[in-house]
């Protein structure tokens, strides 16, 4: 594809909203080669000034429960056995056995062939986080890699969804959108959207995955953060927990400031999951810092923020029995993953 | 022309670093006389978590070393000492207000200390384990486990023991294997720390000995309950308080099943006891031919 010879593009409500109802590939390219520069300097300035702020007490014990409230509890190995999503479905449903007063986490991420067991595991606490159950979601379309042909990742994609998963996490071909094809990584966000679609006519939630440790410049992430809304994305995330760097604050205080500029400009509120790489409640805590004070605390729910982690749960955990007892909890007292 | 004195900074070491305290805070370590040594830093009870954290994590490492390789690390720690003696006799003379030859004795006491202990380290399992009598073929034996992460409150009185004391509560505790986290001398640290930046060098693995300087009646109510330390000597805890907080400090421990070793009067003389006293033993059966 060239700019030079305009295609149309699979139809996507913003992105028609947005640049017009003759959605070609030019139009698409311009907007995103359009968006300002981002200032490498003052975005990693401004994520290590929020790093430092300091949570104490009450404000420290509602993070963590809000850290766990807003955790998908995940677990993507190759060695996963339905034994060992089931007892990670317990662990979700009840964190802390020593403390029944410890939330739930939002959801369990799983790869698609386990939905089934996870979503027989969960049983009648299966649904919405907001309302205190746990929802499955299932990572998608080829995951870690993407690079399978689409109508594998559309298979992919309806078998997790039928199988019963509230959340489909799927990742960009990244070779694609750094070979400069943003149409064909929009066409395929689209798809898969579609894809997500339940007998029901409803939607199971898509996060779309842009993997930034691959996209090499805060300008690359900015573009692929404005692509993945404008295809349709519900929820935007970092990365796939494969590639190092994963999440990163500064990376996440980024996507979050599109998320705001796309709130401001429609009035839309689209979610926002860093993944991989977050092990220490502290790190956490500035995450929910870089949120209140980038998008609002209105986004520390659910259904608009998320924590991908497998051992940032333990952490946490630890941390609220230290709270709770007055003395430094071990390892003896959490899960061994 | 005169030059300008180059003040030592006494650190903690925790995980094989030389961090300050996170909180910041020093304390001035001064001789008996009131002239000022040096600034130390006072460790907090984040420090303190942070050391359990290093020594959690340097255990199965220092475990997993053959008994005949640590006795030769303990062994290399003597021959460190020997070559820093002189430091070490000028710290002790001018933190304990001793002449030379009193300190000097003592840094020798500690060397040998050192050396006694490394013979300990591949033959304390043939006396504190056994082969079980038992009527069928197989083999029943008893060996001892190292019991994980000790915390430990070296001896705090003002003169014999900054260096001795700290040594022989530390090398009975390494030497089966256990991570140790200490909280030196608080009137007289510097022989402590200089002992880490000697075991930093000596094929101790990083994490192994800990060694905070502070206040024990600051730092030991928090390691007594801490749920990721597996024992407690309370060496030098008699004399926190009006000398009967170390039962406190007992009671706490026993919520987490701790073994503790109570308070002793000076440097705790060497003896295989303390080596005992922080091993756990494993009992296992081991079928053996018929024939």
């Given amino acids: 594809m060239t700019i030079d010879h305009p295609v149309a593009l699979a139809p996507a409500d913003r992105a028609v909203r947005l640049l017009g109802g003759d959605l070609t590939e030019k139009a698409l390219r311009l907007h995103l080669d359009g968006l300002a520069g981002v200032d490498a300097v003052g975005l990693e300035a401004r994520a290590a000034d929020l790093a430092t702020r300091s949570i104490k007490t009450s404000s420290k014990a509602w993070a963590l429960d809000t850290i766990i409230r807003t955790c998908d509890l995940t677990t993507l190995e190759g060695a996963d056995t339905p034994g060992k999503v ?93 070979s400069g094809r943003y149409g064909l990584v929009f066409d395929q966000i689209v798809a898969v959207k579609e894809a997500c679609r339940r007998a029901d006519g409803s939607y199971a939630h898509l996060k779309v995955i842009l993997e930034t440790g691959e996209l090499q410049t805060y300008d690359n992430v900015r573009r692929a953060s404005w692509l993945a809304i404008l295809a349709g994305a519900d929820f935007i995330k970092t990365s796939t927990g494969k590639v190092s760097p994963a999440a990163t604050l500064p990376v996440t205080l980024l996507m979050l400031e599109v998320i705001r500029d796309w709130h401001r400009l429609t009035g839309e509120t689209i979610g926002m999951k860093p993944a991989g790489g ?23 729910t659910p259904h608009l923020w998320r924590f991908g982690a497998s051992s940032l749960v333990n952490d946490v955990l630890l941390q609220r029995q230290k709270m709770t007892t007055g003395h430094y909890s071990g390892p003896d007292y959490v899960t061994v993953d | 022309m005169s030059r300008l004195a180059v003040p030592k900074t006494y650190k903690l070491a925790i995980g094989g670093k030389f961090p300050r305290s996170e909180s910041g805070r020093t304390y001035a370590v001064a001789s008996p006389s009131g002239r000022f040594l040096a600034n130390a830093a006072l460790a907090s009870r984040k420090d303190a978590r942070d050391a359990v954290v290093a020594a959690r994590a340097a255990q199965p490492g220092w475990a997993g070393a053959t008994a005949y390789n640590r006795g030769q690390v303990l062994y290399r720690i003597a021959e ?6 002189a430091q070490f006799v000028d710290e002790i003379v ?13 840094t020798d006491a500690a060397i040998d200390l050192w050396v006694w202990y490394a013979g300990w380290a591949d033959k304390y399992a043939q006396v504190a384990g056994n082969g079980n009598p038992v009527s069928g073929p197989y083999f029943n034996l008893s060996v001892p486990d190292p019991t994980g992460v000790v915390a ?120 295989l006891e303390r080596i005992t006293a922080f091993v756990e033993t494993k009992t296992v059966w081991h079928t053996k031919a018929m024939l």
């Fill in chain 1, 86 to 178: 089931r007892s990670l479905v317990a662990k979700a449903v009840m964190p802390d056995p020593s403390d029944p007063s410890c939330p739930r986490v939002a959801a369990v991420c799983v790869y698609g062939d386990m939905v089934p067991y996870a979503v027989e595991a969960l049983g009648a606490h299966h649904g919405d986080p907001e309302k205190g159950l746990v929802s499955v979601a299932a990572v998608a379309t080829a995951f870690p890699s993407g690079r399978a042909s689409l109508a594998i990742k559309l298979a992919d994609t309806r078998e997790a969804v039928a199988a019963g998963a509230d959340e489909i996490d799927m990742v960009i071909d990244r070779g694609a959108f750094l």
């Fill in chain 1, 278 to 300: 977050i092990r220490a409640s502290k790190d956490a805590v500035r995450y929910l810092v870089t949120v209140a004070e980038t998008v609002g605390e209105q986004w520390l």
């Fill in chain 2, 80 to 85: 460190l000492l020997e070559g820093r003696r």
């Fill in chain 2, 94 to 106: 001018q933190s304990e207000g001793v002449t030379a030859a009193v300190a000097g004795a003592q």
């Fill in chain 2, 152 to 271: 430990a409150i070296a001896p705090q009185e003002r003169t014999g023991v900054s260096l001795l004391g700290f040594a022989a509560v530390v090398a009975p505790v390494v030497l089966s294997g256990n991570t140790t986290v200490v909280v030196a001398n608080e009137a007289a640290p510097l022989s402590a720390i200089s002992l880490a930046e000697v075991l930093a060098t000596s094929d101790v693995p990083g994490g192994v000995v800990n060694t905070l300087t502070g206040s024990p009646a600051e730092l030991a109510p928090w390691l007594a309950s801490h749920a990721d330390v597996n024992a407690l000597d309370l060496a030098g805890a008699g004399s926190i308080g009006d000398g009967t907080a170390w039962i406190d400090l007992q009671i706490s421990a026993a919520e987490t099943l701790k073994r503790v070793l109570p308070p002793v009067s000076g440097a705790p003389a060497p003896s």
